[in-house]
T-cell receptor, first 114, second 114 residues
Framework: DAGVTQSPTHLIKTRGQQVTLRCSPK?????VSWYQQALGQGPQFIFQ???????QRGNFPDRFSGHQFPNYSSELNVNALLLGDSALYLC?????????????FGQGTRLTVV | AQSVTQPDIHITVSEGASLELRCNYS??????LFWYVQSPGQGLQLLLK??????LVQGIKGFEAEFKRSQSSFNLRKPSVHWSDAAEYFC????????????FGGGTRLMVKP
């Protein structure tokens, strides 16, 4: 079992650009949540996808959007990048529509906006 | 709104000494409580979780945590710390039956002296 995999591992973008991050959930999981972890802080919940729909959303602007595919993999898109979007982006998967008892995290994508 | 407070940003202990990391949460209903560990540049690994039942829960790597509803606390303990335990530790709370919608504390960085 490969666990949760994220790509790419590192990314450098320029302010104003758009970025897409990808996540493959752990085998058997159907729910994906995305988190943003700024340097020196705890992760913050961005949103959760289940059955190809956004089910819950944290306090993030509409510049942050996502998608879930029929194979349960997911993408996080961020438009009009700001310097403050620089962070580690973590994907976490779980089972049973998010009602599963725990989330499994990927290694993250380190996004640097310059 | 739910929140998690980890009062200690940094803690240094000697190898072999005991450890207690503090966590206080604010949540209006029955919470799911978690402790995760993060090594530098890595994702999050679940140490232990509490859903219901026995308020003392055992986790991996010799860690345990005690849920105290009256104090809204979920402190992490380990009787004897190893150098490999040096990492960032995060306490998190999730709504009942939604373990992948986590609210994290700010983290405690543990350093271990030889």
């Amino acid at each position: 079992d490969a666990g949760v995999t994220q790509s790419p591992t590192h990314l450098i973008k320029t302010r104003g650009q758009q970025v897409t991050l990808r996540c493959s959930p752990k085998s058997g999981h159907d729910t994906v949540s995305w988190y943003q972890q700024a340097l020196g802080q705890g992760p913050q919940f961005i949103f959760q996808y289940y059955e190809e729909e956004e089910r819950q959303r944290g306090n993030f602007p509409d510049r942050f959007s996502g998608h879930q595919f029929p194979n349960y993999s997911s993408e996080l898109n961020v438009n009009a990048l700001l310097l403050g979007d620089s962070a580690l982006y973590l994907c976490a998967s779980s089972s049973v529509g998010g009602r599963g008892t725990e989330a499994f995290f990927g290694q993250g994508t380190r996004l640097t906006v310059v | 709104a739910q929140s998690v407070t980890q009062p200690d940003i940094h803690i240094t202990v000697s190898e072999g000494a005991s450890l207690e990391l503090r966590c206080n949460y604010s949540y209006g209903a029955t919470p799911y409580l978690f402790w995760y560990v993060q090594s530098p540049g890595q994702g999050l690994q679940l140490l232990l979780k509490y859903f219901s039942g026995d308020t003392l829960v055992q986790g991996i790597k010799g860690f345990e945590a005690e849920f105290k509803r009256s104090q809204s606390s979920f402190n992490l303990r380990k009787p004897s710390v190893h150098w490999s335990d040096a990492a960032e530790y995060f306490c998190a709370v999730a709504p009942y039956n939604a373990g992948n919608m986590l609210t994290f504390g700010g983290g405690t960085r543990l350093m271990v002296k030889p």
